[in-house]
């Protein structure tokens, strides 16, 4: 088991996050992947194990209940694979696509997505502007651009009836005009006891 900086993503810490071995196994893959290449590679600013299964998981597991089935999903920004990667691996139904301008984070992310078996999760080296014209069910995208530069960016990536998530700390949820707020929910991370909600919008 890999264990860099204090870190180790011991089986027992993520079994009780993760709910069922085939996802657990995928999990505690990529996160086993992260902690080795972030010796080297600036991938998360986790500094415990607490706050890495918060910063990774938290969101996806949260967000995980509330996408249709088999929906066609677009991150953008993925850095380290949350919360993208996490949901194409909590839900492997979805049709995931991440989108990540850096290349030494599509590299990361093109080994996790070999070692894990999940060819089907595909990767776009580049920005959320070079993808004009290509559309979702739903756009998500974490820690990227401000709540209200999301939603007018995320408005453009979706098809009609689809869905832009914002997920947010402390921020107000941001109001664009054309978009209508269609769901809304708080949690939590647990390791740190952080309070998080997250917003969906569609098009009015
Ligand atoms: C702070 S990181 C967040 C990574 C991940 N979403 C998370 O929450 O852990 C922001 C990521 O967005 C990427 N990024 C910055 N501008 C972008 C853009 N215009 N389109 C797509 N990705 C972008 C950066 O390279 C970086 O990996």
């Known amino acids: 088991m890999a264990s860099h900086f204090g870190l180790s993503v011991t089986s027992a810490t993520a079994a009780d996050t993760t709910k069922g071995s085939s996802v657990d196994k995928g999990l505690r893959t990529w996160l086993d992947l992260l902690v ?52 194409a691996l909590i839900r492997p139904d979805l049709a995931v696509t991440l989108v990540e301008p850096l290349a030494k984070r599509i590299s990361f992310l093109r080994t996790v997505i070999g070692a894990i078996g999940r060819l089907d999760v595909k990767l776009h080296h580049g920005k959320a502007g070079e993808l004009a014209g290509t559309t979702w069910d739903v756009a998500l995208s974490r820690a990227t651009f401000a709540p209200p530069e ?20 402390r921020e107000e949820a941001p109001a664009l005009e054309g978009m209508t707020l269609a769901e809304d929910f708080a949690y939590e991370w647990p390791n740190q006891q952080r309070a998080r909600r997250a917003v969906r919008y569609v098009a009015a």
């Open 36 to 87: 080795t290449w972030n010796a080297k590679h600036d991938l998360t600013a986790a500094r415990s194990e607490g706050e890495l299964l918060d910063l990774m998981l938290a969101d996806a597991f949260a967000l995980s209940e509330h996408l249709p089935q088999r929906a066609r999903l677009v991150d953008i920004g993925s850095g380290a694979g949350a919360p993208g990667l996490a949901l």
């Open 150 to 169: 999301w939603l007018a960016v995320g408005r453009t990536l979706i098809e009609p009836g689809g869905s832009v998530w914002v997920l947010l700390a």
